[in-house]
């Protein structure tokens, strides 16, 4: 079993800087797909942000690539987004995951994960 809890969430202006974190504990995660979702209102939940840790895999969105970092702290079990160059689209709700295994239906899909956090709320004002 896995549990997962998100932090770091805030408002920020436009241009602004974040970094979310994710701790985990009942399983080590290194060995998991871990991603990190948003949901903004009115609007599906979308995947941004994926990681296979223990080869360094990573994949993203074309809505945050080269603006978000996902990592992995092995030594903590923590998931991090850093998120810089932040824009007012970016607001929205922000989830982690993760999945035992393959995420068969894609690494920024959400019904490839098993455990969800509760959200952090990303507010990004103009």
């Known amino acids: 079993q896995v549990h997962l809890v998100e932090s770091g969430g805030g408002s920020v202006q436009a241009g602004g800087s974040l970094r979310l974190s994710c701790a985990s504990s009942g399983e080590y995660l290194a060995y998991n797909y871990m991603a990190w979702f948003r949901q903004a209102p009115g609007k599906e939940r979308e995947g941004i942000a994926s990681?296979?840790?223990?080869?360094?895999?990573?994949s993203y969105a074309d809505s945050v690539k080269d603006r978000f970092t996902i990592t992995h702290d092995n030594a903590k079990n923590t998931l991090y987004l850093q998120m810089n160059s932040l824009k007012p689209e970016d607001t929205a709700i922000y989830y982690c995951a993760a999945v035992n295994g393959v995420p068969w239906r894609g690494p920024l899909n959400t019904k490839s994960y098993t455990y969800w956090g509760q959200g952090t709320q990303v507010t990004v004002s103009s």
């Open positions: 990681i296979y840790s223990i080869v360094n895999r990573t």
